[in-house]
């Protein structure tokens, strides 16, 4: 059987919430050891996810052939969610996925636990807190590759179910805080999305997150600091929406580090406003302020680099047609 006929068939088994081909599982079963490891783990995963209301016992085939490995955790983790909301006995797939996370190396737990609670918040607050703060517990641990993204979910997590937020959230960024694993503008990344989690929280967490993000700032290159910045603006755009007023108080609460990133997130606002380019955006109707003088220059800086941009190009095009 060719695999993309096989997805194609699965995705339509789901769609309308039927039974998948007999041939496709029986293929499966049978061949998934001659499919590289990415078909293999997505056919398997849409073709259990397709048959748990009608087998368990050819879901639990088809999930085994993914132990142990952590796509075998989010798909029992899913099943959970799935069997749960509608009623039935969800324990099982939650232990099958417990012990699938024992069986997953360390690097890879954090994530494990808290793509299970994610699944379980649905079901059961106290079962997923639980996940949760094993999650944060093996965190240290985590390989580069997963860390951030499990913080990340960690945060959301206790954010969803509403358990001890500020002290939680706390314990986390003091994890991501100290890892040695991510680059100061790794970090920069993971702490202002945590911080964008729980920015209807807490003003007080929100801002000692946002301080440890600039704080970051003096171990960064030139070159690492301006992406660091341009993250920090985006997130900082996430988090206040439209509210430039209260940006210009960030500013004067967090200091001179958080000024370019400050400054950049009330330029974008003011593009998405007034749909200008920078060039085009008036200031004249905002109080004035050190930082908002400093965009005044930054957008000046460039209306002048544009121009002279622009004068070059012009002259180059004037050439070429001569010639």
């Keep these: 059987m060719d695999p993309l006929q096989a997805k194609r068939l699965l995705w339509e088994s789901l769609r309308k919430n039927e039974e998948p081909p007999k041939e496709i599982i029986a293929w499966l079963l049978r061949k998934n050891e001659d499919l590289d490891e990415r078909t293999k783990i997505e056919l398997v995963c849409l073709c259990a996810k397709a048959i748990l209301p009608f087998d368990r016992d050819v879901f639990w085939k088809l999930a085994r052939l993914l132990y142990p490995s952590y796509w075998y955790v989010w798909l029992v983790s899913n099943a959970a969610k799935t069997v749960g909301l509608f009623g039935g006995n969800w324990r099982n797939f939650y232990n099958a996925g417990i012990q699938g996370i024992r069986e997953l190396p360390?690097?890879?737990r954090s994530l494990g636990y808290t793509t299970m609670a994610m699944s379980i918040s649905d079901i059961s607050k106290a079962y997923s807190y639980g996940l949760a703060k094993n999650?944060?517990?093996?965190?240290?641990?985590?390989?580069?590759?997963?860390?951030?993204?499990?913080?990340?979910?960690?945060?959301?997590?206790?954010?969803?179910?509403?358990?001890?937020?500020?002290?939680?959230?706390?314990?986390?960024?003091?994890?991501?805080?100290?890892?040695?694993?991510?680059?100061?503008?790794?970090?920069?990344?993971?702490?202002?999305?945590?911080?964008?989690?729980i920015a209807h929280i807490s003003d007080e967490?929100?801002?000692?997150?946002?301080?440890?993000?600039?704080?970051?700032?003096?171990?960064?290159?030139?070159?690492?600091?301006?992406?660091?910045?341009?993250i920090m603006a985006a997130k900082l755009v996430e988090i206040y929406g439209g509210d430039i007023e209260e940006l210009i108080r960030l500013?004067?609460?967090?200091?001179?580090?958080?000024?370019?990133?400050?400054?950049?997130?009330?330029?974008?606002?003011?593009?998405?406003?007034?749909?200008?380019?920078?060039?085009?955006?008036?200031?004249?109707?905002?109080?004035?302020?050190?930082?908002?003088?400093?965009?005044?220059?930054?957008?000046?800086?460039?209306?002048?680099?544009?121009?002279?941009?622009?004068?070059?190009?012009?002259?180059?095009?004037?050439?070429?047609k001569s010639i």
């Design 135 to 197: 999650s944060v517990k093996t965190l240290p641990f985590a390989y580069s590759s997963v860390f951030g993204g499990s913080a990340i979910r960690s945060a959301e997590v206790f954010v969803k179910i509403g358990f001890e937020i500020e002290k939680n959230i706390m314990t986390l960024t003091n994890i991501v805080n100290a890892a040695t694993l991510l680059t100061p503008s790794s970090k920069v990344y993971v702490l202002s999305t945590i911080a964008s989690k």
């Design 205 to 230: 967490l929100l801002m000692r997150i946002l301080a440890r993000c600039f704080n970051m700032f003096k171990y960064l290159t030139p070159e690492a600091t301006m992406e660091a910045e341009a």
């Design 251 to 320: 500013a004067k609460r967090i200091g001179n580090r958080a000024r370019n990133a400050i400054k950049h997130a009330i330029i974008r606002i003011l593009q998405d406003t007034e749909g200008k380019a920078f060039y085009e955006l008036d200031l004249g109707s905002l109080e004035d302020g050190s930082i908002l003088s400093d965009i005044r220059e930054t957008i000046e800086r460039k209306k002048r680099l544009r121009e002279k941009l622009m004068e070059k190009l012009s002259g180059v095009l004037i050439r070429e």
């Design 106 to 108: 360390m690097g890879m």
